[in-house]
């Protein structure tokens, strides 16, 4: 059983900054896909960012620039550090493994991690 365990979220001032963790207990982690997805209040989940197994990262459009998504192989764990936050980054950020950029499917998925925002 796959489980991937999110960490790092909370309450955080407008332009402030977070690092989310997701450790990962997959043994071929070093392999796969990671990505991080959020779901605002009362809207539907979204792509955040992918980084593939050769650690090319990929982001939705507008949050290149303010967020980084990175991974530790050794550690079995991905990364979302967040800076400059807005209150519309408001969500439950979700971490998930085995995430396809073509259709942006994931096979695992983690419990997620609340992240607020306040202005």
């Known amino acids: 059983q796959v489980q991937l365990v999110e960490s790092g979220g909370g309450l955080v001032q407008a332009g402030g900054s977070l690092r989310l963790s997701c450790a990962a207990s997959l043994r071929t982690f070093y392999s796969v896909s990671m990505g991080w997805y959020r779901q605002p209040p009362g809207k539907e989940r979204e792509m955040v960012a992918i980084?593939?197994?050769?650690?090319?990262?990929y982001y939705a459009d507008g949050l290149k620039g303010r967020f980084t998504i990175s991974r530790d192989n050794d550690k079995n764990t991905a990364y979302l550090q967040m800076n400059s936050l807005k209150p519309e980054d408001m969500a439950v950020y979700f971490c998930?493994?085995?995430?396809?950029?073509?259709?942006?499917?994931?096979?695992?998925w983690g419990q997620g991690t609340q992240v607020t925002v306040s202005s």
């Open positions: 980084i593939t197994a050769n650690g090319d990262a």
């Open positions: 998930a493994a085995g995430c396809a950029l073509a259709t942006l499917y994931c096979d695992f």
